[in-house]
């Protein structure tokens, strides 16, 4: 067990629909990452906010969104969601503000788009 | 254009069978190089950083290394256990780019 706990851990919703998946990270730990796993794509980097603030953004589409809260839990929404959206989201901490690969992942939300 | 390719995609070994894992790169810039491990449905699990060339890493069966335009990850003696999806990974200051792994099955 990792620390990191994400919910939803599996989510089905039509095209054009919004859904938003939650995050919450090790005790401890300032930094939440994003990340989008899909089997042609891989693991792609989305973004990253240190207590409560935005500091690095990857691939992340105009669609989506995320945010981190006081108690530092963060939410990514996903909105107008398309068929290419189906993926496993995940979400990873660590206590540094600097970009850092190195960190904990949860077990992922699995989203499936129909 | 800044790209990590792993290989090979997948590999099947008998057990106590050893190999290596690749994981090439080009970046400008490099901040680090990552290694993971994934098992199906979880997510992956970090072994490894790596920063300048010549540097080597070891945990039990693994042992990654690092040159100036790949890295390796090498298995010695590999059980069952070891079966997973290893990942690489490379950052730069403002990116982090994984390759798409290699899935490597040790055959009792």
């Known amino acids: 067990d990792s620390g990191v706990t994400q919910t939803p851990k599996h989510l089905i919703t039509a095209t054009g629909q919004r859904v938003t998946l939650r995050c919450s990270p090790r005790?401890?730990?300032?930094?939440v990452y994003w990340y989008q796993q899909s089997l042609d794509q891989g693991l792609q980097f989305l973004i990253q906010?240190?207590?409560?603030?935005?500091?690095a953004k990857g691939n992340i589409l105009e669609r989506f969104s995320a945010q981190q809260f006081p108690d530092l839990h963060s939410e990514l929404n996903l909105s107008s969601l398309e068929l290419g959206d189906s993926a496993l989201y995940f979400c990873?901490?660590?206590?540094?503000?600097?970009?850092?690969?190195?960190?904990?992942f949860g077990q992922g939300t699995r989203l499936t788009v129909v | 254009e800044d790209q990590v390719t792993q290989s090979p995609e997948a590999l099947r070994l008998q057990e106590g069978e050893s190999s290596s894992l690749n994981c090439s790169y080009t970046v400008s810039g490099l901040r680090g190089l990552f290694w993971y491990r994934q098992d199906p449905g979880k997510g992956p699990e970090f072994l490894f950083t790596?920063?300048?060339a010549g540097e080597e890493k070891e945990k039990e069966r693994l042992k990654a290394t690092l040159t100036k335009k790949e890295s390796f990850l090498h298995i010695t003696a590999p059980k069952p256990e070891d079966s997973a999806t290893y990942l690489c990974a490379v950052q730069r200051d403002d990116k982090i780019i994984f390759g798409k792994g290699t899935r490597l099955h040790i055959l009792p």
């Open positions: 005790s401890g730990d300032l930094s």
């Open positions: 790596l920063y300048s």
């Open positions: 906010y240190y207590n409560g603030e935005e500091r």
């Open positions: 990873a901490s660590n206590p540094w503000g600097n970009l850092n690969t190195e960190a904990f």
